[in-house]
C-alpha cells in the first residue's frame, strides 16, 4: 500500500508539472497562432505546398527564420543565400541554448539537448520566468510541456494557414504580405527602445542592402550582406555594458 501511494504521488506530481508547463505556454500558444496562420498563407502564395510550409515550421520552428525565407523564396533567391541568412539570422539561438542548460543543472543532459531544440525568443523568455521549476523534481516536464505546447500551436497554425491560403481570395491573402514587415518592426521596435543605436544599425542594413543590389547582386546576397556587415558593425556602435557601468 505505501508503495502504491508513492507511486501516486509521483504520477501526480509530474501530471502537476506537465498541466504547469502548458497554463505557462497558453500565452504563447496565442501569441503564435495568429503568425502562425499568417505564415501558412504566404507560404502558400509563393507556391509551396501545405506538406512543404508545415515541414518548414515542424523542422524548423523560428518564426522570423521562416518568414524571411518565405520572402526570399518569393523573390527566387537561391537556396545557400536562404540557408546562410537564416543561419545568421538564427545565431542567437546558440546563446540562448547555453544559458538555457546552464539553468538545468539538476536536469538530466539526455532532456536538455531535446529541450534546447525547442527553444524560441518567447519560449525561452517564458522558461527564464520560472526558473525554480527547474530545481523541482520533474522540472523537465514542466519545460517540455511549455515548449510542445508552443511547438504544436505554431505548426498546428502554420498547417491551418497553408489550408487557408488555398481557399482564400488572391487580393486578400497577398494583402497579408504587409505582416512580414510588420514582424519584423515589431521584433525591431523594443530593441530600439532600450537603445536608440539599434536604429542606427538597422539603417546601416538596409543601406549595404540597397548598395549590393544597386551594383548588380541578387536580393538574396544582399540580404545576407546586410545582416552580416550590419551586424558585425553592432561590436563597435553598442557600447559594453560593462563599460558603462
Given at each position: 500500500?505505501e508503495?502504491?501511494?508513492?507511486?501516486?504521488t509521483?504520477?501526480?506530481?509530474?501530471?502537476?508539472?506537465?498541466?504547469?508547463?502548458?497554463?505557462?505556454?497558453?500565452?504563447?500558444?496565442?501569441?503564435?497562432?495568429?503568425?502562425?496562420?499568417?505564415?501558412?498563407?504566404?507560404?502558400?502564395?509563393?507556391?509551396?505546398?501545405?506538406?512543404?510550409?508545415?515541414?518548414?515550421?515542424?523542422?524548423?520552428?523560428?518564426?522570423?527564420?521562416?518568414?524571411?525565407?518565405?520572402?526570399?523564396?518569393?523573390?527566387?533567391?537561391?537556396?545557400?543565400?536562404?540557408?546562410?541568412?537564416?543561419?545568421?539570422?538564427?545565431?542567437?539561438h546558440?546563446?540562448?541554448?547555453?544559458?538555457f542548460?546552464n539553468?538545468?543543472?539538476?536536469?538530466?543532459?539526455?532532456?536538455?539537448?531535446?529541450?534546447t531544440?525547442?527553444?524560441?525568443?518567447?519560449?525561452?523568455?517564458?522558461?527564464?520566468?520560472?526558473?525554480?521549476?527547474a530545481?523541482?523534481k520533474?522540472?523537465?516536464?514542466?519545460?517540455?510541456?511549455?515548449?510542445?505546447?508552443?511547438y504544436?500551436?505554431?505548426?498546428?497554425?502554420?498547417?491551418?494557414?497553408?489550408v487557408l491560403?488555398?481557399?482564400?481570395?488572391?487580393?486578400l491573402?497577398?494583402?497579408?504580405?504587409?505582416a512580414?514587415?510588420?514582424?519584423?518592426?515589431?521584433?525591431?521596435?523594443?530593441?530600439v527602445?532600450?537603445?536608440?543605436?539599434?536604429?542606427?544599425?538597422?539603417?546601416?542594413?538596409?543601406?549595404?542592402?540597397?548598395?549590393?543590389?544597386?551594383?548588380?547582386?541578387?536580393?538574396?546576397?544582399a540580404?545576407?550582406?546586410?545582416?552580416?556587415?550590419?551586424?558585425?558593425?553592432?561590436?563597435?556602435?553598442?557600447?559594453?555594458?560593462?563599460?558603462?557601468?
Amino acid at each position: 500500500m505505501e508503495s502504491q501511494a508513492i507511486r501516486t504521488t509521483a504520477s501526480s506530481t509530474r501530471l502537476h508539472m506537465v498541466k504547469k508547463g502548458m497554463i505557462a505556454g497558453f500565452p504563447i500558444m496565442l501569441g503564435y497562432l495568429p503568425i502562425a496562420l499568417t505564415y501558412g498563407v504566404l507560404a502558400s502564395r509563393t507556391g509551396m505546398t501545405n506538406l512543404e510550409l508545415t515541414l518548414m515550421s515542424v523542422l524548423v520552428f523560428a518564426g522570423a527564420a521562416q518568414f524571411l525565407a518565405v520572402g526570399m523564396v518569393a523573390t527566387g533567391t537561391g537556396m545557400i543565400e536562404i540557408i546562410i541568412a537564416t543561419f545568421v539570422l538564427n545565431f542567437r539561438h546558440f546563446v540562448m541554448s547555453l544559458s538555457f542548460v546552464n539553468r538545468l543543472k539538476k536536469v538530466a543532459l539526455r532532456a536538455k539537448i531535446p529541450l534546447t531544440l525547442g527553444l524560441t525568443d518567447e519560449t525561452f523568455t517564458m522558461s527564464a520566468l520560472y526558473r525554480n521549476e527547474a530545481k523541482e523534481k520533474y522540472g523537465s516536464l514542466f519545460y517540455a510541456s511549455l515548449i510542445l505546447t508552443a511547438y504544436l500551436s505554431w505548426v498546428g497554425g502554420s498547417y491551418l494557414g497553408g489550408v487557408l491560403g488555398d481557399v482564400m481570395p488572391s487580393k486578400l491573402s497577398d494583402s497579408m504580405g504587409v505582416a512580414l514587415y510588420a514582424m519584423f518592426i515589431g521584433l525591431l521596435i523594443p530593441s530600439v527602445k532600450k537603445d536608440f543605436k539599434i536604429a542606427g544599425i538597422a539603417v546601416l542594413a538596409m543601406l549595404i542592402n540597397f548598395i549590393c543590389q544597386f551594383w548588380g547582386m541578387s536580393q538574396g546576397w544582399a540580404i545576407v550582406m546586410g545582416t552580416v556587415l550590419a551586424g558585425f558593425s553592432g561590436i563597435w556602435i553598442l557600447e559594453d555594458e560593462g563599460e558603462t557601468e
